[in-house]
């Protein structure tokens, strides 16, 4: 098993930045990529970036892309989304994933940051 713990989420206003981080820890030998989602209320969950663990390969969603950035400490076994000019539609509950797929492993899921963007 892979455990995911992630922290970082809060209430910023809009325009603002905040950075995610996300601690792996268990059997890390068993995914080789992790990504980072989120979804808001009434809404699906949406992919926005994932980082291959070995290489730094990262791949973006849509809709974050320029915004967001994914990157990982491996000593820390940590990975990071660090999010620019937040909007209030960047309002939802952000889940860090790991797996084996490629660009979107969701083989094991954190617990959930809220991040609340207000205007």
Do not use: H
């Not at 989420?9 to 990504?35: D, I, K, P």
């Not at 209320?41 to 973006?60: C, D, H, N, Q, V």
Request: charged share 15%; net charge positive.
């Amino acid at each position: 098993q892979v455990q995911l713990v992630e922290s970082g989420g809060g209430l910023v206003q809009a325009g603002s930045s905040l950075r995610l981080s996300c601690v792996v820890s268990g059997r890390t030998y068993s995914m080789s990529a992790m990504a980072w989602f989120r979804q808001a209320p009434g809404m699906e969950r949406e992919f926005l970036a994932a980082i291959k663990w070995s290489t730094s390969l990262t791949y973006y969603g849509g809709s974050v892309k320029g915004r967001f950035t994914i990157s990982r400490d491996v000593a820390k076994n940590t990975v990071l989304l660090q999010m620019n000019s937040l909007e209030p539609e960047d309002t939802a509950v952000y889940y860090c994933a790991a797996g084996t797929s490629w660009p979107k492993p969701t083989n094991y899921w954190g617990q959930g940051t809220q991040v609340t963007v207000s205007s």
